[in-house]
């Protein structure tokens, strides 16, 4: 309705609706009514026909009606009504009835506009009136603490509770607080500008003097507890305060309710309050107090499981950790992650947000590093690290102090790091079992944020790792190594679970998840935060961490590295008797004068992977609001300080972090190449490790080669320490360990299973040296294997090779053959990242002793390896079958050449009886000789004759070929080919051809052939037609072992080329 028209509304309205306001009896209404509208009904008629009595030209125009006000529109005249000008008491009946249903709308919506409006005003007079009566007693508390304070033997007035309570019920009804429906957070003041300085004064002079008193009787506090109403008050109160604390105001204000709140939390030495009433404040606002939870599932008192439940659901309206983190996630940058986040950097984030989140997560560490008892001290850490730094962007939001917060029982540790302590201790078991995702909140759609709790923690602790002095390593007089390896022991657990995707190097990388539901969602993961995970592989932080865990004098690496045994002396001397005819051609070099800085440098693989490394790190100009610590001395130089509390666990636990990360995106770990069939195998999940090496672990594997000692100090630690001597010689032995080499896994172990860390850590190391020596054996060449002793001495290089073999043994001819309960055991990428790594480095070393020998040649075989199954093998399909089995696909060297040449020799052999058939005397054999392709040769022109009759044959080469030689006058030769003549043809071909006068071929000095650069120029285009060819024929004489003619007197057999 139109508000100005009603406010001219008839008298008689207006007397009607005071009249039903002010009556008392509603019978007596309800006839006045009746009486009123009868009344009217006949002064309208009387009125219509002296209207219809009067002339047209005399009658008056109606007055124009308001819009707000405007009368029905009088219902449809009837047939009957239009014959007859005059109407009808139906007609006038309902005409009627519309009237008054109009106005009795109209009398509603008047009452209700009259009504609000006196309640509107009577509340702000109401409020005016509390407002000033708050001030006076404000001022009179003023007045009267200035008087009292004049005399300083007398201590600070606290006001009684009466006045407290009085005090504390006018400042609620002054602030306009809504009521937390369904637990929400929203709450909203009346004028925050006049209201703050009187919540300030009341904090100040009343409730905070009253909660620090002595006497008993003079703290409202814990007279508000004992009832109902007073607990009501109490919450209410701490609710405002909340409120202030997350909306911009005055420093003054929000400093004096910081400081309330944070009262309210801990218990101080001269508080009076009873410890049950401190106890029941900070359970409002820090509970501790939550159903039992096993495995992120919610057990009732009868036994039932209900729906999962985790511990951050589980806060009361007033829990500070919940409005903190609900302040974050979409009040700071208007989102989880804000939209200019990937352009502007940290500047999205307004500072003014960020003081008001700095301020309010300060005042939630310092609550929680007060309490006293340890139990809930704990369950509060752990609340901390799921729901607050799980967060994205974290550091952009709040400041750096509020992330290198100190522990108040060791100063010299981070918060965060007690917070990962007790999160590992109480989670032990799900840990273990690498469920760490089912631990953390889930109240964010992946639709939101595109970025899993997982990996913002994973982005945020490494924010952390870079800005503490005692983490990154900058200086090693300042690392705190116990704190430290805890720190990246947990960034590995994290690492070992996050997204395949979060490392990547992509600009974009999309990701499924599932929703628990049957139900997956494609989520285009935060380029942002993807970032901040990658400065895990920064170059400058892998490469002070190792530099820093790495101390040879600790260690004695140097002196390991250089002891021989006996057998090794041994070894040594039966390569010095295998004499200098065991170098090949193509290991004579000239020996260079290299000074040994030229290999410790690798200036170009470093120049290579700055670029790279400046992208994974965030260094680059586009990267902005990353953590950075102060600039310190020369990295170099850490090799150099004397470390007073170097402990070897943060090396263990380095070789860990990365070699999970080499593992997964190294593109050894994707790959099943054992390829075992195992029993129960469910649905192809998603891949946990790439099939292709990514950038940035090839950039990780250039710092850990080529900037620090990682080879040396990792194979020195395995072969110096018994313990992990003695528990790798376990994993590749085949008959101490029962669990498969694919199955083996390096995640972190705690609680109970932390004991039996010694294996993971040997594989650890294992893992990360055959890694860097496979990457540094692509560069180093055999001056710097053999005379320079790079990247390892050749004994130890001897020892590397038996120790790899045997692993390489039982990973392929072990494990799982002949047990069948062993095939229920699932890969694990790191297992198979092992198996493919350790294949790659033995083929580069086995290639090495081919060329130069480090060894002899049966150092690298295993005895009797496939002698077995060769002879148990009879058809073709039985030696076919050998050539894929893992040892042959993986290893051959480990097998014999004359073993691995008689199985190619049989596979040839059957495949030729099977094509071209076979003489035999037995008349019940079914194969017999095939009659085979005719080739007719002429003396003269054996090679032209040959390319062309034999040359486009094709598979059909295979066939057995029946030479039928003809003269220069073309008449054919008596003879039948019964292998004879082909071996006639074979051995004139093989002397025209191989003829260095023919000019495709020359000799060398030690009678090595190689392709003449000449042919092209003797022979014209038809020279390439002419190798094709003799390809061939080579192939065709090899599986008939014929011998080859090489000039006119040397013969070099086929079989021992």
Not at 228 to 233: A, F, H, P
Not at 335 to 350: T, V
Not at 479 to 486: K, Q, R, V, Y
């Amino acid at each position: 309705l139109d508000l100005v028209g009603l406010l001219f509304i008839s008298n008689a309205s207006r007397e009607s609706m005071f009249a039903e306001e002010l009556g008392g009896n509603t019978n007596r209404r309800r006839q006045e009514e009746q009486r009123r509208r009868r009344r009217q009904a006949k002064l309208q008629k009387k009125k219509e026909e002296t209207e219809k009595a009067r002339p047209e030209s005399l009658q008056e125009k109606p007055d124009v009606v308001p819009q707000a006000i405007a009368q029905p529109k009088p219902p449809p005249s009837t047939p009957s009504e239009s014959a007859d000008s005059k109407p009808t008491v139906v007609s006038n009946a309902l005409q009627l009835r519309a009237e008054r249903q109009a106005k009795q709308k109209l009398d509603k919506s008047a009452r209700k506009l009259q009504s609000f409006y006196r309640m509107h005003r009577s509340n702000s007079k109401l409020l005016q009136t509390i407002t000033k009566t708050l001030e006076k007693h404000i001022t009179d508390l003023e007045k009267l603490q200035l008087l009292l304070n004049k005399n300083s033997s007398r201590r600070t007035y606290v006001p009684p509770t009466a006045t407290s309570t009085a005090l504390c019920q006018q400042l609620l009804f002054v602030t306009t607080s809504l009521p937390y429906k369904n637990q929400t957070r929203s709450v909203s003041l009346r004028d925050l500008k006049v209201t703050s300085h009187l919540l300030r004064k009341a904090i100040e002079l009343v409730f905070l003097p009253g909660i620090s008193d002595i006497d008993d009787s003079s703290n409202a506090f814990s007279e508000w507890l004992q009832s109902l109403q007073g607990q009501v008050r109490v919450q209410n109160f701490l609710r405002l305060c909340l409120c202030v604390l997350t909306t911009s105001c005055e420093d003054a204000v929000q400093d004096i309710c910081r400081q309330f709140i944070l009262s309210m939390m801990t218990s101080g030495t001269q508080s009076s309050t009873p410890s049950t009433a401190i106890d029941v404040y900070r359970n409002l606002l820090l509970p501790v107090s939550t159903p039992r939870l096993v495995a992120g599932v919610e057990k009732t008192s009868s036994g039932k499981t209900t729906k999962p439940l985790f511990f951050w659901q589980l806060g009361s309206p007033l829990d500070v950790i919940s409005v903190l983190r609900h302040f974050l996630l979409f009040s700071t940058g208007g989102g989880p992650i804000p939209s200019m986040a990937n352009d502007i950097g940290e500047s999205c984030i307004k500072a003014e947000e960020r003081g008001i989140a700095s301020c309010l997560m300060l005042t939630i560490l310092k609550a929680t590093r007060g309490v006293r008892d340890s139990s809930e001290r704990h369950f509060l850490l752990q609340r901390l690290l799921t729901e607050i730094y799980t967060i994205p962007l974290l550091s952009w939001r709040v400041t750096t102090d509020c992330l290198l917060f100190k522990d108040s029982l060791d100063q010299s540790k981070l918060l965060v790091a007690t917070m990962i302590k007790t999160f590992t201790e109480r989670f032990s078991d799900t840990l273990n079992t690498g469920k760490i995702q089912s631990l953390f909140p889930i109240d964010v759609s992946l639709t939101i944020c595109n970025a899993t709790p997982m990996q913002s923690l994973l982005a945020n602790l490494m924010q952390i790792g870079h800005a503490s002095v005692g983490l990154n390593g900058m200086d090693v007089s300042k690392l705190d190594f116990a704190m430290s390896a805890t720190f990246y022991e947990f960034v590995a657990t994290l690492i070992d679970a996050i997204p395949l995707g979060t490392l990547s190097t992509k600009d974009s990388v999309v990701e499924w998840f599932s929703d628990g539901k049957g139900r997956e969602t494609c989520v285009l993961l935060s380029p942002v935060v993807m970032r901040q995970c990658r400065m895990v592989l920064s170059s400058s932080i892998v490469r002070r961490l190792f530099l820093c865990a790495i101390d040879e004098e600790s260690l004695k690496t140097k002196e390991v590295l250089s002891s021989k045994t006996q057998k090794d002396l041994k070894q040594e001397k039966e390569l010095e008797e295998a004499g200098p005819s065991a170098v090949s051609l193509a290991a004579k070099e000239a020996k260079i004068d290299r000074s040994k800085s030229f290999w410790r440098s690798s200036t170009w693989a470093k120049k290579a992977s700055i670029g790279v490394s400046k992208m994974l790190s965030g260094e680059t100009a586009g990267a902005k609001g990353n953590l950075q610590p102060k600039q310190p001395q020369d990295i170099d130089s850490n090799r150099f300080v004397v470390r007073s509390k170097y402990s070897p666990a943060l090396l263990m636990v380095l070789c860990r972090l990365y070699g999970i990360v080499i593992a997964r995106w190294g593109g050894f770990g994707g790959e099943d190449s054992v390829k075992r069939v195992q029993k129960n195998e469910e649905r192809k999940a998603r891949p946990v490790a790439t099939r292709m090496a990514d950038v940035g672990s090839q950039s990780l594997l250039n710092v850990i080669c080529f900037s620090t000692n990682v080879t040396e100090t990792t194979w020195g630690m395995l072969q110096g320490e018994k313990d992990l001597t003695t528990s790798i010689n376990a994993v590749v032995s085949p008959t101490k360990e029962k669990l498969p080499v694919r199955c083996l896994s390096i995640r972190p172990r705690y609680g109970k299973e932390k004991q039996h860390q010694t294996r993971t850590n040997a594989v650890a190391l294992l893992f990360l040296f055959v890694s860097s020596l496979s990457h540094t054996l692509i560069i180093t060449d055999d001056t710097e294997v053999h005379e320079m002793e790079k990247p390892l001495p050749l004994h130890q290089l001897r020892r590397c090779v038996e120790l790899l073999k045997q692993l390489l043994y039982r990973a392929c001819c072990v494990d799982d053959v002949g047990d069948s309960s062993t095939s229920v055991f699932q890969s694990d990428y790191f297992g198979l990242a092992l198996i493919n790594s350790t294949a790659k480095a033995m083929r580069d070393l086995y290639d090495r002793s081919s060329r130069r020998p480090i060894s002899t040649p049966k150092l690298w075989l295993i005895e009797d390896l496939l002698e077995k199954e060769i002879k148990k093998s009879k058809t073709e399909q039985d030696f076919v079958a050998l050539l894929s089995t893992p040892v042959l696909r993986i290893c051959p060297f480990l097998v014999s050449f004359k073993r691995r040449l008689k199985l190619f020799d049989r596979i040839v052999y059957k495949n030729r009886i099977a094509i071209q058939g076979e003489n035999s005397t037995n008349p019940f054999h079914t194969n017999p000789l095939k009659p085979g392709i005719p080739v007719r040769i002429t003396r003269g022109r054996i090679l032209e004759d040959g390319v062309k009759t034999m040359n486009n044959l094709g598979t059909n080469m295979r066939q057995r070929i029946a030479v039928q030689y003809y003269n220069e006058a073309g008449t054919k030769e008596v003879g039948i080919d019964a292998g004879g003549l082909f071996k006639e043809f074979w051995t004139d071909l093989s002397t025209i051809a191989f003829d260095p006068g023919y000019s495709l071929f020359r000799m060398t000095e030690d009678n090595c052939m190689y392709p003449s650069p000449l042919s092209k120029a003797a022979h014209g285009l038809d020279h390439i037609v002419l190798f094709e060819f003799l390809g061939r024929i080579l192939g065709k004489g090899k599986s008939r072992q014929q011998v080859c003619r090489v000039g006119s007197n040397q013969q070099k057999s086929l079989l021992n080329p």
